[in-house]
């Protein structure tokens, strides 16, 4: 599948009516092991192919070449799908999601396809989709499409609704579900081909499991203060209304004040750098992914019985380079990666130190308020204390967090 041009989106005219295309029920014939392969020029016309490709869309190569990719495109895809992938791949990104494509004769076949963009044009590799994630995308897509055809609502809008709906499943955005899916479709592909499970997989998984909760974590945290955020400054206004007698208190819940800002600044910096790791680690993991996979296919290449044994050449030469060239910018990625994770380190020392001095403020606060009469203060330096216990053990699961990101960034060294 090649987002090819606005046609995939806009409909083009040299897309054939949905109406007059053949469907049937029928799956056309595709095993796990094998893999798909096109390469098209900048509009999305195709320009070469495997022959995994040409067998299961049933088109002859007479057929194919120079024809937009779209003459694939099943009727039972949603726009918004294509939507997205277009908005990626014009950003130079490479993209991947899953694709329920036509044969000539009406049959129907899944893939998961990854697609990349290079001089002239772009690259698409194509797996057999297997896991558990393929079978919610496919439900989800069911629901996105009948939207579309009873609503006639825009790509733009229908694209907005499918994000939407990923979020509600779990996923912060669709560059995290598609990373989500193409590893576990590589994983589940190497269990059912008798593979050993790739741990690099695994242990990417793990980054961003942790940065996602690293993040819901900091948003909880951030939510919790802002609710608690007058606090300081009504107590410092009871205080004063006492005169000498409320002195200390105003000046202890000014001190207050002042470290819960300070405490505030430091969760967003972690915030944005949880933000910085969560998006590095599943680029850096989708970069890994689709070179492992341009690689097999290039070895495939070699391996292929064609006519034509020098295109194949160039076809896999090709793959080879932009293989090596996603590697070194997955490593990149993970370095960049360590460094912000060294930021987290230093942010979580810092809100340690900074949630002592609150300690010692609110304790002072609750013993000067012992000798007032009024409750308010009581209550007051309760709401400070319940807010105070809540950011501690927020910053016990960050500190958590971080040791079990240090952990597999000591791993991830090994590998590297």
């Known amino acids: 599948m090649i987002p090819s041009s606005e ?15 053949k469907v049937t029920e029928t799956e056309s014939p595709f095993e796990l092991a094998e893999l798909f392969f096109s390469r098209t020029e900048s509009r999305g016309r195709i320009q070469s192919g495997n022959a995994v490709f040409q067998r299961v869309s ?13 003459i694939i495109r099943h009727p039972d895809m949603p726009r918004a799908v294509f939507f997205v992938l277009w908005e990626q791949i014009r950003a130079g990104h490479p993209v991947g999601a899953y694709v329920k494509n036509r044969a000539k004769n ?38 996105v499409r009948r939207n579309e055809i009873t609503s006639a609502i825009k790509p733009a809008d229908s694209a907005a609704a499918l994000v939407h709906n990923l979020r509600a499943s779990g996923f912060r955005d669709y560059p995290a579900f598609m990373t989500a899916a193409l590893s576990r479709e590589m994983q589940q592909r190497n269990a059912a081909m008798g593979r050993p499970a790739w741990r690099l ?41 006492l005169g000498d007698k409320g002195r200390a208190i105003a000046e202890i819940s000014s001190n207050y004040d002042h470290i819960s800002k300070a405490i505030v600044t430091n969760l967003q910096h972690l915030e944005t750098a949880s933000n910085e790791v969560f998006s590095g680690v ?11 996979l341009q690689d097999e296919m290039a070895s495939l290449f070699d391996q292929e019985v064609c006519d034509d044994t020098n295109a194949a050449s160039e076809e896999a030469k090709r793959l080879r380079q932009q293989t090596d060239d996603y590697k070194a910018r997955a ?22 130190r900074l949630l002592s001095g609150l300690i010692a403020v609110r304790v002072m606060g609750k013993v000067e308020s012992v000798g007032l009469s009024n409750g308010i203060f009581s209550d007051l330096i309760a709401d400070l204390e319940q807010g105070q216990q809540t950011l501690t053990r927020g910053l016990e699961d960050i500190a958590k967090l971080n040791d079990r990101i240090r952990e597999t960034v000591v791993e991830l060294d090994t590998l590297a």
């Open 282 to 292: 599943n680029e850096g993991l989708f970069l890994a992914c689709t070179a492992r």
């Open 331 to 352: 490593a990149a990625k993970f370095e960049l990666i360590k460094v912000r994770i060294g930021h987290f380190f230093d942010l979580t020392s810092e809100m340690k």
């Open 201 to 241: 997989i695994d242990l990417f998984d793990n980054l961003v499991s942790a940065a996602d909760t690293l993040l819901s974590t900091t948003d909880r945290m951030l939510a919790m203060i802002s609710t608690f955020n007058h606090t300081p400054t009504n107590l410092r206004i009871q205080a004063l209304r």
């Open 7 to 21: 046609a995939s989106v806009d409909g083009d005219v040299s897309r054939p009516s949905e109406n007059s295309l």
């Open 106 to 143: 009406g049959n129907y076949y899944w893939v998961y396809a990854v697609v990349t963009p290079i001089e002239g044009g772009y690259l698409s590799v194509r797996l057999k989709p297997s896991s558990d994630l393929f079978a919610a995308a496919s439900t989800l897509y069911k629901s």
């Open 58 to 70: 049933e088109y002859p190569w007479a057929e194919m070449m120079d024809r937009p990719h779209n």
